[in-house]
């Protein structure tokens, strides 16, 4: 499984698979016991499709643990990594030196439901196709990742470019007002996958 590599990061998409009976011999006595206490088919799906990634790049010594706000940590090798699931895919973005976030979704007309939720009244002014609406979307989840500050508002805290083909987008938390450099991995219609890290500084 060959990775998408951008600014030093990897990210490995795949595909949920439709069904897990075949895949459970692949699972540590660990993960199928996190599987028996869900009940959720989607869930159990998202949780194989995650550590079969895991296991392909670092293979079984490596595990995902979470940190006191839920955002995943690795364990057994350094570096930073970032999750996301669609209905359909799951995304893993993979950096050795700094925080990431990244956001996969397919379009859903409940997207144009809840815009008021995720973008401020001047940004819908701007993001009105449902292109633009799925890209901030992700955009606003992604940065919400990096940000690692619970509770800051989708709408209002985090501000998206003013347009929609710059990158640089800010987020206002605890510790004030950080720039945030975005990226693109895939943008069409039905499908966005975007990742997120702090802008970094150039010498």
Known sequence: ?????????????RELPSEID?????????IIEQLNSISSPRRKRE????HLIIK??????????????????????????SISHSATEIAVAYNPLHNIGIDIEN??????KVK???LSPQEMNIYTTPQLMLKAWTLKEAIYKVAQSPGI????????????????????????????QTHEIISTPSRCVTLAFPLLKTT
Request: net charge negative; charged share 20%.
């Open 1 to 13: 499984m060959a990775p998408i590599i951008v600014h030093n990061t990897h990210i490995y998409i």
């Open 22 to 30: 075949s895949l459970l011999p692949q699972c540590s006595a660990e």
């Open 47 to 50: 949780i194989i499709a995650r």
């Open 56 to 81: 392909d790049i670092w293979g079984e010594s490596v595990n995902i643990t979470h940190d006191e706000n839920g955002a995943p940590l690795l364990c057994g090798v350094d570096g930073y990594i």
């Open 107 to 112: 379009w859903r007309e409940q997207i144009i």
């Open 116 to 118: 008021s939720r995720f």
């Open 153 to 180: 508002s989708l709408a209002n805290d985090i501000m998206l470019p003013l347009a929609p083909n710059e990158t640089i987008a800010k987020v206002n938390t605890c510790d004030g007002i950080r720039d945030i």
